[in-house]
């Protein structure tokens, strides 16, 4: 049974850091790409961090770009998504998956809130 657990999020004052977690069980964990997205009540859900199956390669879109870090470890089948720098427009869900051609797994989500 496939499943990917987030952690980590909470209430954080504009400027500060939270780190995400993502465990993962249930699949081959170094054969998949892992993501992590966000989705608020305002806006479509984003693409805001990647990682390859390997871990060589990450991807950012412009609005997390040098705030975020992606990283993964595979020995105990884990991501994590570093935050810095946090602001009110990054206030969502986050969500993790994994994916692997055509087939992609989610979580169920750890809320974010950026607020004084």
């Known amino acids: 049974q496939v499943q990917l657990v987030e952690s980590g999020g909470g209430l954080v004052q504009p400027g500060g850091s939270l780190r995400l977690s993502c465990s993962a069980s249930?699949?081959?964990?170094?054969?998949?790409?892992m993501r992590w997205h966000r989705q608020s009540p305002e806006k479509k859900r984003e693409l805001v961090a990647a990682?390859?199956?390997?871990?060589?390669?990450?991807f950012y879109p412009d609005s997390v770009k040098g705030r975020f870090t992606i990283s993964r470890v595979d020995a105990k089948s884990m991501v994590y998504l570093q935050m810095n720098s946090l602001k009110s427009e990054d206030t969502a869900v986050y969500y993790c998956s994994a994916k692997r051609g055509p087939s992609e797994y989610w979580g169920q989500g750890t809320q974010v809130t950026v607020s004084s």
């Open positions: 249930g699949f081959t964990f170094g054969d998949y790409a």
């Open positions: 990682i390859s199956d390997t871990g060589d390669s990450t």
